[in-house]
């Protein structure tokens, strides 16, 4: 087959890391062509939604170069049997834009991963909240008097934007701290803008478990420990990431998801938890595979792309 990925720039990501690039690597070993694209190169001619997109080999884990296979091509999307929409938040207008174009793909002959109509309504701090009895407790609001309300009552807060991604803007609160109404005024920028503010959870200290769902099924999870003088928990930020197991209370958690994911076709979605509690559902470009990989020995890129040879339009069905 040949699968598109729409992504942010090839140039920076790290070939040890990076899930869109281990995806594109796997996709190759199996004997697929993988193609590039950026999502504003998506466009429309009439209904149909076309896209300039370039084949292109991804370097191995361990480093070395892109290749180009290819000079560019502008052809239909749904010439592709699967698209992948791997672009990275932030969710601003440019975002919704390319949703909308990939909505009109014809579904009998592509499948658009995770599905656009789905991920532009599915908010990753608020789709966790369709799930009242698996969250922490949590407030969304721009009031800070709401918010300075909420750190009294539960005594240590966390704060987060609506749009932020990676940990960043997260804000830390606690009862009877100095600065706690200036930094309340910082995390709505005054009184402007939504965050969600979730009770804190003792065992971050120890870290979250990312698991990581196929078509609702767990491909596995990683525990995220941060690093030494930081508190998010984020590979990126220098976290690590370490070996752990599903507990009871994680099962419990994707049994409860699984419906709802499948029904709105996020096939490939990073679900992130603490004490048995459900914090976020990340559907726009959930990583973590190849630390999952790295941990278990396990081929979960693999996976992922059986499923979509197995899932493709006219291809046949498990």
Same mark, same amino acid.
């Given at each position: ?49 076309? @896209? ?52 009109? @793909? ?28 698996? @969250?922490?407790?949590?407030? @969304? ?178």
């Amino acid at each position: 087959m040949d699968l598109l990925f729409l992504m942010d720039p090839l140039e920076g990501l790290n070939p040890a890391t990076d899930t869109t690039l281990a995806l594109m690597r796997s996709a190759r070993i199996r004997g697929h062509r993988t193609f590039y694209a950026r999502a504003r190169q998506l466009a429309l001619e009439g209904a149909e939604p076309f @896209v300039t997109a370039r084949a292109v080999d991804v370097p191995g884990p361990h480093g070395g170069a892109l290749a180009w296979a290819g000079e560019e091509t502008y052809r239909p999307v749904a010439s592709f049997p699967i698209v992948w929409m791997r672009k990275d938040p932030p969710f601003d207008l440019a975002y919704v834009e390319a949703t909308w174009i990939l909505d009109q @793909v014809d579904r009998t002959k592509a499948r658009v991963l995770n599905d656009p109509t789905a991920i532009r309504g599915a908010n990753e701090k608020l789709y966790a909240l369709r799930f009242p009895d698996l @969250v922490p407790p949590t407030i @969304v609001t721009a009031d800070p008097r709401r918010l300075r309300r909420f750190v009294e009552e539960h005594g240590e807060v966390v704060l987060k934007g609506l749009h932020g991604a990676g940990g960043v803007g997260i804000l830390f609160a606690s009862r009877g701290a100095r600065g706690l109404a200036a930094l309340i005024e910082t995390a709505t920028r005054g009184g402007t803008a939504r965050v969600e503010a979730q009770a804190y959870l003792p065992g971050s200290t120890r870290g979250d478990k990312r698991i990581l769902l196929l078509d609702g099924e767990p491909l596995g999870a990683v525990l995220r420990v941060h690093g030494e003088g930081e508190e998010r928990n984020n590979l990126h930020l220098g976290g690590r990431a370490e070996r752990t197991t599903l507990s009871a209370e994680d099962r419990r958690i994707v049994d409860a998801l699984r419906p709802s994911l499948q029904a709105d076709g996020l096939v490939f979605v990073g679900i992130d938890v603490i004490d048995g509690r459900l914090t976020e559902v990340n559907v726009t470009s959930p990583t973590g595979l190849q630390e999952l990989e790295r941990l278990e020995g396990i081929d979960a890129c693999g996976q992922v792309i059986g499923w979509c040879e197995a899932h493709a339009p006219g291809q046949p069905q498990p």
